[in-house]
């Protein structure tokens, strides 16, 4: 689509609020991995963007939305509400996983159950009633399809994807739940290949460390690139009514066996460096290992791709391929967001 036929396309959905010639889009975390992604993807548009994080956002340049950057805790009292004032859409990317760069940390906190859960009840909470009521586009996880193996985080997602669920029930917003599958790849904008495990993985190829799993490599996994996961938040808004309401899997579709994407990925880490690949290894599960490291859940995108037109873009070996060169440049400013 053109811009113009975007800012069409969100008017024909009822994004904006009466009289409202640009739709205001807030991002929250939107310094993030994912969060930096939809910030590009949302800067092309003609629309007010605020994005709000906790760290430092990067804004592209020649970008044609009106941006505004705000630079706020989020889990201060108060700071969710300032922040989505005025909103005719919000995009809901923030979260606290834990650790400081590692796949993965153990355990959860208070300040992890306020992000994770507690932002979402401000949320919904502080938003007043409107004719038209605000878009929320919620980022959750594919994990929350299964039932079994459920760690805290997922079950956090589940508990805000709830919070979400009644209060669209209640007319008070049109709430969206995209359920990601696993996320890896580069960030246009700062270069971060974040903190997932393919991230992990090929910082410890660059740095000649065997790639370890907790399993025989026979687990599969959905992997999508960061960029095709902000093409899906824009539909998202593009197609709210359509999709109000509703917990949307989104992904590639292929189901990846994790012993050979690791095996690739050490291939492609070596082509960057000029030594050997590094072996891929079982090895004994740490303790804070969950049911659902052990299994593969196996869920169908095809209701969100007729419901928008969305389709994943990257290939996964493209893809793979910058997540080594990345890693290979500069191991350490990689794992950043």
Request: aromatic share 4%; charged share 20%; hydrophobic share 45%.
């Amino acid at each position: 689509m053109q811009n113009g036929q975007t800012l069409k396309s969100l008017a024909e959905f009822d994004l904006c609020s009466k009289g409202c010639s640009k739709p205001r889009v807030v991002v929250l975390g939107a310094s993030g991995f994912l969060g930096s992604a939809v910030i590009s993807e949302l800067a092309l548009l003609p629309i007010q963007l605020r994005a709000v994080a906790r760290s430092r956002t990067l804004v592209p340049e020649g970008a044609q939305a009106d941006i505004e950057v705000c630079t706020v805790d989020l889990a201060e009292p108060g700071a969710v509400t300032k922040a989505v004032d005025g909103a005719d859409a919000i995009i809901h990317l923030a979260a606290d996983i834990g650790g400081e760069g590692a796949w993965r940390a153990a355990g959860s906190s208070e300040r992890q159950e306020q992000v994770n859960v507690g932002l979402m009840h401000e949320l919904v909470g502080s938003l007043p009633s409107r004719e038209i009521p605000p878009v929320v586009v919620f980022a959750s996880t594919l994990q929350a399809e299964s039932a079994t193996g459920q760690n805290v985080y997922v079950q956090q997602k589940v508990a805000a994807e709830e919070a979400l669920g009644k209060a669209t029930a209640g007319g008070v917003v049109r709430g969206v739940v995209l359920r990601l599958s696993t996320l890896y790849g580069c960030s246009v904008l700062s270069g971060s290949t974040g903190r997932g495990v393919i991230a992990a993985m090929a910082r410890r190829a660059a740095a000649g460390e065997p790639l370890t799993m907790w399993h025989d490599g026979s687990v599969k996994r959905d992997l999508l690139h960061v960029s095709d996961a902000a093409r899906a938040f824009v539909a998202s808004l593009r197609h709210a009514e359509a999709l109000s309401g509703g917990r949307w899997v989104v992904g590639t579709g292929r189901m990846e066996r994790l012993g050979e994407v690791f095996t690739t990925l050490a291939g492609a880490v070596a082509e960057q460096t000029g030594g050997q690949p590094v072996p891929v290894v079982s090895v004994d599960p740490p303790d804070y290992a969950d049911a659902g490291d052990f299994h593969t859940v196996d869920a169908d995108p095809t209701a969100f791709r007729e419901a928008t037109r969305w389709r994943p873009r990257v290939a996964l070996r493209d893809g793979l391929d910058a997540v080594a060169a990345a890693a290979a440049k500069d191991p350490g400013a990689s794992a950043r967001l």
